[in-house]
T-cell receptor, first 110, second 117 residues
Framework: RKEVEQDPGPFNVPEGATVAFNCTYS??????FFWYRQDCRKEPKLLMS???SGNEDGRFTAQLNRASQYISLLIRDSKLSDSATYLC???????????FGKGTTLSVSS | GAVVSQHPSRVICKSGTSVKIECRSL??????MFWYRQFPKQSLMLMAT?????????EQGVEKDKFLINHASLTLSTLTVTSAHPEDSSFYIC?????????????FGSGTRLTVV
């Protein structure tokens, strides 16, 4: 079983739609959680960190459920520019490598 | 903001030759460098972790004699793909980490697309 599993996608949605991505992780000792965005043939870029209390950044809302080892990302009012691959990422402990999920591809069309 | 400069961005080499990829942290000290590889439509897979002045720690299944990592200074780490073969064609990317409280956290290079022909 992979350490980080994501929805396979792809998600094809119209502009303005709300879309949700899910992710599960297998290592219960994982300490930090993130969503990254990766555009085609580019390096991944941090979208937001994820906290147990849930956090919001504009149209993006992230949730973490440690008990079920589940992470989610909600994107409201999708824009064309949101088209990318969204990577669920965990870190086992401070100073260790980021562990990436396979990513979920989002395509927003007009 | 923090920048990691990775070169080359793209390289095509002949089978059997070696290719060196460099990652430099431009305005912070990278105490640890992580090297990843990404095949098309796959996730970034951690290859190895290197700490400045120490030997790299390789993930299971990654040949240390084929993927040579050098982290001789706090601002430079290199990955050399030796005797490259077509199956080594991939996107290689580094991620530099600074000590907690002493830098930007994790910063990625822009990646190197290697094609072995």
């Amino acid at each position: 079983r992979k350490e980080v599993e994501q929805d396979p996608g792809p998600f094809n949605v119209p502009e303005g739609a709300t879309v949700a991505f899910n992710c599960t992780y297998s290592n219960s000792a994982s300490q930090s959680f993130f969503w990254y965005r990766q555009d085609c043939r580019k390096e991944p870029k941090l979208l937001m960190s994820v906290y147990s209390s849930g956090n919001e950044d504009g149209r993006f809302t992230a949730q973490l459920n440690r008990a079920s080892q589940y992470i989610s990302l909600l994107i409201r009012d999708s824009k064309l520019s949101d088209s990318a691959t969204y990577l669920c990422v965990v870190k086992r402990q401070a100073g260790t490598a980021l562990i990436f999920g396979k990513g979920t591809t989002l395509s927003v069309s007009s | 903001g923090a920048v990691v400069s990775q070169h080359p961005s793209r390289v095509i080499c002949k089978s059997g030759t070696s290719v060196k990829i460099e990652c430099r942290s431009l305005d912070f000290q990278a105490t640890t460098m992580f090297w990843y590889r990404q095949f098309p439509k796959q996730s970034l897979m951690l290859m190895a972790t290197s700490n400045e002045g120490s030997k790299a720690t390789y993930e299971q299944g990654v040949e240390k004699d084929k993927f040579l990592i050098n982290h001789a200074s706090l601002t430079l780490s290199t990955l050399t793909v030796t005797s490259a073969h077509p199956e080594d064609s991939s996107f290689y990317i580094c991620s530099a980490a600074s000590l907690p409280g002493q830098g930007p956290g994790y910063t990625f290079g822009s990646g190197t697309r290697l094609t072995v022909v």
